[in-house]
């Protein structure tokens, strides 16, 4: 919601493609729905490249000295995956602090665990068990706040001065909490 007050051209985006295709606020927004909205799902996936939900993933630890890329990973070393960091690489990502959701649209690139550049639930056999709900759940809950209301910033706070710094712990969350006011959607 945040990245979207950001930027009111990809807020019209969605809400475009919203208003398209499920019509007007009468529409009770499902599941079902979800599939047919390509721009909202790359939103979200932008989401989760920029601000990566849990920013080390969880730690692990090696089982066996391994060498990874010529790295020595010793027996029973700590593993923290800096996933925050790769999600933002200027090798992998261009222009990788803008919030541009277009690029995931037609792109393959998804966040199930096989492209190591996008593991925002992490890969491989501790990978997210969660993936699915957590899924399902965001998407469904920003496709309603989007369909249901406008949004607008209080006290005349100008999308440009908004605080996007995050704040990081297990999970990562905004230094500054977001503050909206719902107006009725048109
Ligand atoms: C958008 C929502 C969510 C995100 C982004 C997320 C992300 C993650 C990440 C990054 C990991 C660590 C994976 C790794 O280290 O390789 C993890 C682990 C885990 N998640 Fe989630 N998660 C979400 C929702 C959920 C939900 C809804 C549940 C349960 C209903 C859940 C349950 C778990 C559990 C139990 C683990 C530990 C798995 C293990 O260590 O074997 N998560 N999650």
Redesign the pocket.
């Known amino acids: 919601m945040a990245e979207l007050l950001r930027n009111p051209d990809k807020m019209a985006m969605a809400k475009m493609e919203l208003s398209r295709t499920l019509g007007g606020p009468q529409h009770i927004v499902e599941e079902s729905d979800i599939s047919r909205l390509p721009y909202l799902q790359a939103v979200v996936k932008k989401t989760w490249r920029l601000h990566a939900?849990?920013p080390l993933?969880?730690p692990?630890r090696a089982d066996t000295t391994v060498n990874v890329a010529g790295y020595i990973v010793p027996k029973n070393a700590q593993v923290l995956i800096n996933y925050w960091a790769i999600g933002r690489d200027p090798k992998v990502w261009g222009n990788p602090t803008t919030f541009l959701p277009k690029r995931f649209l037609g792109s393959n690139v998804d966040y199930r665990g096989k492209d190591f550049q996008f593991i925002?639930?992490?890969?491989?056999r501790?990978?997210?068990?969660?993936l699915p709900?957590?899924v399902h759940m965001?998407h469904v809950m920003l496709t309603s706040l989007l369909h249901y209301f406008d949004w607008e910033l209080p006290d005349g706070l100008k999308a440009e001065e908004m605080d996007m710094r995050d704040k990081f712990g297990v999970t990562l969350q905004k230094l500054v909490p977001l503050r909206l006011i719902p107006r009725q959607g048109s």
């Open positions: 939900p849990v993933l969880i692990h925002p639930f992490g890969a491989g501790r990978t997210c068990p969660g709900f957590g965001v």
